[in-house]
Structures are given as C-alpha cells and as structure tokens.
C-alpha cells in the first residue's frame, strides 16, 4: 500500500475524480495496490498517485508497504489501471510532451519508459541486462530504466515504408484485432493501437473506428501521441510469418527481442545455384591477370563439387582442414586423374613419440628455432616412432621433394609456407588458387601474453646486450666498431618495444615499429636468444607482430600480439568460397589492403530441405550461462524434449554440462569442412564467444584507425571497452547485441557481429539442410537465415 501523509479532502476529491479507489482519514490518504520489490518502479507510482491528487512533490511525506496481507478486503487498485489514468492527466495537459519528458528525467526512464511494454502472453521472455539499461517486470508492465543517459526523442515526420490495408491485415492476429475490436480490453487495445498507429493505409479505417466509439479513439489519441515515431520493427510485413505474437512495446530499448522485421529473401533450388556457381567460378579460371573473387555462398550448394570439376594442373587448392583436402583430391581424381597432386600430410605433435628429442624439438619451437625443432622431430620419429609414424614421415618427405605438380595444403601452410612455396622454380606453372573456406583468421592469428612474461624475457636479452656494451655505448666512435652500432640499434628497438606495450594500454591498439630493426638484426637477435636459458615465449614470434591490442585480462595486463601474412596473398589470382564471407569486412580488407581488382560475388539463398529452428527467448553467452546457470537445465530438458537430437555442438568448455542421451559433442571454432553430420539432427547451444579485442585489430589492420568506444581512464589508468547492448539489423532480422557503442562506429560493428556470426553459421551447415530433411535448433538470439522461431523455453 502507499500513504500520502499531510493531505486535504481536495486531494481525495482529485483522486475520486480519476476513479482511483482510497482511504481518507485524518489528513492521511491510503491506496491499496501490489508494490515492487524494486523501489524504482514503486518511487514511480507513488510519484503518479501524487500526481493524480494533484499534490506538490515537496508538500507531503509518503510512506509504502509491501505487505499487502494485512488488507485482504481492501479494494487494491491494478498497476495498470494507475498508469492509464496518469497517461490520461498528462494526455489532457497543455504541454504534454513537456511533462513526460519531465517525469521521465526524474526517474530515470526512457523516453518510452512509462508505458515501455504490456506483456499479453506468459511465455514471452524479457531479456534482463546490467549494462545499460534494466527492465523491470510489475503486473505485466515493463519498466525500462536508464542508467547513464536519458534519451530525448525528437518527433519524425518518417513513416514507415506504405503497405496496403490487405496487406496490413494479411497476418491473422492483426485481422482478428481488428474484426473484434469491440471486444478488446483496454490493455489489448492499447497494444493494438500501439502496433498499428504507424501505418498509413490503416488511418482511414482506424479513424472511422474512433468517431463511432469514444473508447478507441482516446486510446488511439494516446498512442498517437506516445508514440509518435513509429515502431522501430515496421519494415515490411508481407512475410505470413511475420511474428506478431512476440512484438514488444520498448520502441528505442536496447533489449529487443529477437524478431523478424522484413519478408525472407527468396531461395532458389540447388540446380540453379549449381549453375549460378559454375558459371560465376568459369568466368573467374578464364579471366586472366591478378585479381580476387570473393564468392559467398550458403553451407552445403556444392561449391567444393563445382569447382572439383573445373580444376586444372596450373591451380592450387588450399582447405582449412586435412580431412576437407583429401575429400577433394578423391573428387579432384575422380574428373582428371591425370593432375600430379603434391599432398602434404600432417605431423602434429600428437604424432611424435614421447622421448627426450620431443622435450628438446618443444624447447626450440618456444625460442622459434624451427629448424632445430624440426631435427629432433625427425630424430624422435626414426628413433622411437611406431610403422605407422615413419611411414607418414616418408610421405611428408616424398611430398616436399616432388618437382612438379599442384600443391593441396592448409589454410595455415598455405599462410606461413605459400610465398616461398609458389615462387618456388618447382611450382612456377601454378597461377590461380582455389582456397576454401573463410582463410582471414589464418592471415592474422594472434596470441595473448601477460605484459609481465613479455618484459621479463626482453629484459634478460637486454641484460646480455648491455653487458656486451660495456654500460659505455654513448662513447664509441660509429665507425669504430659497427658491430656495437647494430648492438645499440637493437637494444633500442627492444626498449622501444617496451615502450609500445605501454603505449597500448592507453591508445588501445598501436602498429609496431620495432619490426623492421628486429629483422635486420636477426642473426644477432638469435645469438642471444640461445644464451637466454630462462626465455619462456617465442621472442621472435611477438617482435614480428604487426599489431599490439590491449587486452582487459581479468587476472593480469596482456597484450594481444596478432601478425600480418598478407603479402602472401599478393600478386595472386584467387578464388575465395565460404558462407562466412561478409561483404562488409572482405571486400573492404582485400580492395585496402591485398588486390585493388577485388570482386565480391553474393550467391543467393539455397533453398533448405529440412528445417532450422530458433529458440531467440534466451540469452546464451558465456557470459549470461555464468550468471543464469539455470538455463543450461532449460535448454538441455528442451534438447530432451525434442527427442530426435544426435549432436550438439557449443563451447568447449560447456560440453560436458549438456548430457542429452547419448549426443555426441563438437565445439565452436572446430567446425568448417567438417560433414560427418549431414543429415543429422543437431542442436548449436550458445552465441560464439568472439572477444571484441580481435575486432579491434582487424578495424586496424583494415582502416588503420583506433574506434572511437575505446577510452581512456585517467583514474583506474587502463583502456575502457565502451560496449552496450543495442538494437541490430540484419538481413531481414532485428535484435539485441552486446557491441562498440559509439555512432560513429559501424564499421567495427559490422566485423564485431561477422566475427560472432561466421562460428554460428559454419555450425549449422554441419547438418548439409540444403540435402537433408533433418533439423538444426539454434539456442542463440542471433537469427540464421531461413529460420522460424520457436519461444516456448521459459
């Protein structure tokens, strides 16, 4: 209940008037009503029942209880009722718009918070947040509070886009609504007004409805005037499953559901795709001169088959994956079996028996000693490998000794090998390259050190220099003694490299300088690195990074070291395939940076045999898992009541926690050219984990700027990612994402949303739907193409 204390019979008065049912007595005046155990939203209401009674904010104290068992035969007032006649009191002002604002101010609402959504369906889901903003749910009304900013909206003369009044009415529960608008309660009403006041071509009908029914139009005068601009979700409603049962009210909220705003791309059939594909990858092998062809394509249309039957002996394949590769060169030999394929298998470390070599080949890779790390390798293998190891060892040699033929190797080999490799006299016939699958993250991989391992090992290489110098650089002649110059002149670098590691923990990313000294002074460099027994990284590893980002570590200050290979890709003729390739981020990256003759060819939609379901109502990062664990326990008694579940792929380190029957198990980041579950039923559990540092280092590399949501705090002296939750569109789809807040930063949203999204899409074309009648459930807020949702989780 609510008191207003030290109030007059004038005030009661004003409160009937509203019919707002009280108690007066002894200059007190009670409300009965259900309160909030958030005294934001309870601050709210006693402010409209003040205002309601028309008493001054400062004349009066007021007290509230939440036990609201001690009145079981009072009348309670519904919260719902209460804001309706304070929409009323402020809809009958003169300056309206300037009490709302006001109101809002005050408590910390957005523009819209009064009235941000009416919850007419018990299954639906409000998304909680503790960034930006909080929604808080009392009696099916939803308060939107701000936390840092207040929006003030201006008033828009834009509409949106002009529909017929059929194809208004095309979606059945809009038809209802309006066939039985009689029948409406004043919340469904208003909800209904709120949804269609936007739209053109209903005002004439809407407006005959208001002059034969006073109740209609003061709820269409009210929504008329809260909600002036129209809905941010109108976009176009032609789509029959345009889902209007799942439509919230919070117009400019961050924490929009996921929905559908606009009609699916048509999708064409696997024939035509055929042809649409071999066509664009013939036009490409027969033009000639260095260019690239960016060519996205959905899971699963056989572009890997197409182009098998196009290969020819001047051409190289590159596959992210050993077991992609041979598939192919099956497919390849099945065409030409007369092309001289040059294979090189692999030789992980697994593949090394345990013996002392192994411990000393793992030593010289962590000083970047390779070509020592390799001789133990060899010696460990001849020594102590099985059969089945020397035999792959023979393979590998036959491989790298062949003369002539068509190189098929990985994406990283092809990275970290492929300049040497192609300019090779062996391979100097080769002239195009079909590389597969999304190959961006093998040209920048990157790796996180503490700052403290980095400094700690670059001090003990420093020690040794300066000790060589004697502590007396300063007085010796140049020419003397140039073999002390190369010395200062890397001892500088590797000061100034210190230096940049500090210089990223203010600007957030910085280009390394010190690049260009370190390799001229490789072969001293090396000659201090072997006499460094305590080096715990690989020195030249990070001195040879392009770009240093600072990484907000929860334990430790790290810096993020990520390389640059893209010459490799330079003065070539390639031919790019993925589904993951985004328009935004690859065809502004290879024009910048790797061929200004950059093509971007965008393949239309497959058309899916079975069927991929998105299960939107949840949040499911890592993060929200952390702190709702109990949604882990949703999602798996859903996998269970689904029943027909034969895989699961989500994070590595969530697997075991999702123990549905007997499903086998696969992580993101472990997905591409992997088919062993075509045809199969499989649930993708969770939103890809992309820490949005690698976001801003792409940004870097590609437009060489830092993005304006990154700050500096001078008080805690660190970087502040500044990431909020806002409102996404994309392709047809409208929804929450936790991103780079600043307006001025779209484009580091673009590879922010590309870089989450290309793990989740490579997940679901595990499944081959454009072959298979099977189902993929994606339990994620991010939408995949030719989906239908399904909100039935909480």
Sequence with gaps: MIQLNN?????????????????????????????????????????????????????????????????????????????????????????????????????????????????????????????????????????????????????????????????????????????????????????????IVGYQAAKTEVRQLTRRDSRIAYYYKLALDLYFDALSYKRIIEDDEFPFDYLYQAVNSRLVTTMRIGASPKAVTQEEISQLLRLAQERFINEEGQKVMLLRVDAGSGKTTTIANLFRSNMAYVGPTHKLIKQFIVDVQEQNPYINIVYIPAITNEDIPECEYKEKMTDHEKRGEWIKANKYRRKAIHKFGSSKQKKLLAEYDAALNKKTGSPFITHSRFINKGKGFFNNEKFKEIDTIIIDEDILPSIFPSSLHSDEAVIN???????????????????????????????????????????????????????????????????????????????????????????????????????????????????KKILIMSATLDENVHAHLFKNKICGSTEWVDMPRTQIKGKIISHADLSTTKNSFDKNPERISLIDKKIQEVGCIKHIITYKDRKNEIKSGESSHMHFYNTAGYND??????????????????????????????????????????????????????????????????????????????????????????????????????????????????????
């Excluded at 705090?713 to 929450?736: A, G, Q, T």
């Design 7 to 195: 109030v007059t019979q004038q005030n009661s008065n004003d409160l009937k008037r509203f019919d707002i049912d009280h108690q007066f007595a002894f200059g007190q005046i009670t409300v009965h009503m259900n309160l909030s155990p958030d005294n934001r939203v309870n601050e709210i209401l006693i402010d409209m029942i003040k205002k309601l009674a028309g008493v001054e904010e400062q004349s009066t104290e007021t007290t509230y209880l939440i036990n609201n068992n001690v009145f079981k035969k009072a009348v309670f007032i519904h919260t719902f009722d209460l804001v309706l006649k304070f929409l009323e009191q402020i809809f009958l002002s003169s300056n309206r718009s300037r009490e709302c604002n006001k109101f809002c101010k005050k408590h910390q609402l957005n523009r819209y918070g009064i009235f941000p959504g009416i919850k007419l369906r018990a299954s639906e889901e409000i998304v909680m947040s503790n960034s930006l903003e909080d929604i808080v749910n009392h009696e099916g009304l939803m308060f939107s509070f701000a936390k840092e900013k207040i929006y003030n909206f201006k008033q828009k003369n834009s509409r949106p886009a002009q529909h017929s009044l059929e194809a208004i009415k095309a979606t059945p529960l809009i038809s209802w609504y309006f066939e039985n608008i009689d029948k409406l309660k004043d919340k469904e009403l208003l909800w209904f007004m709120t949804n």
């Design 677 to 794: 579950y075509s045809g199969q039923d499989l649930a993708i559990v969770g939103t890809p984990n992309n820490i949005p540092e690698n976001a801003v280092t792409l940004y870097y590399l590609i437009y060489e700027k830092v993005p304006k949501s990154l700050k500096y705090d001078n008080e805690k002296e660190e970087i502040i990612y500044d990431l909020r939750n806002r409102p996404i569109i994309k392709d047809e789809f409208k929804f929450s994402f936790f991103t780079f807040e600043h307006a001025e930063d779209d484009k580091i949203r673009a590879i922010h949303i590309w870089s989450t999204y290309r793990e989740l899409i490579q997940a679901v074309g595990r499944a081959r739907l454009t072959h298979y009648k099977c189902e993929v459930h994606v339990f994620s807020r991010l939408p995949i193409q030719q989906c239908v949702f399904n909100y039935e989780i909480a």
């Design 457 to 571: 090992d670059i001090k003990l290489i420093l020690k040794l220099i300066n000790e060589d110098l004697k502590g007396d650089v300063f007085n010796i002649p140049a020419s003397k003694n140039p073999y002390d110059n190369k010395l200062i002149e890397l001892r500088d670098g590797l000061l100034v490299f210190i230096e940049q590691i500090e210089q990223a923990k203010i600007r957030g990313v910085i280009k390394n300088q010190t690049k260009n000294i370190v390799e001229l002074n490789k072969p001293i460099l090396n000659s201090y690195i072997k006499r460094c027994d305590d080096l715990t990284l690989d020195i030249f590893h990070l001195l040879g990074s392009q770009v240093l980002t600072c990484k907000n570590h929860s334990q430790w200050p790290a810096t993020i070291y990520t390389q640059d290979y893209s010459n490799v890709l330079k003065n």
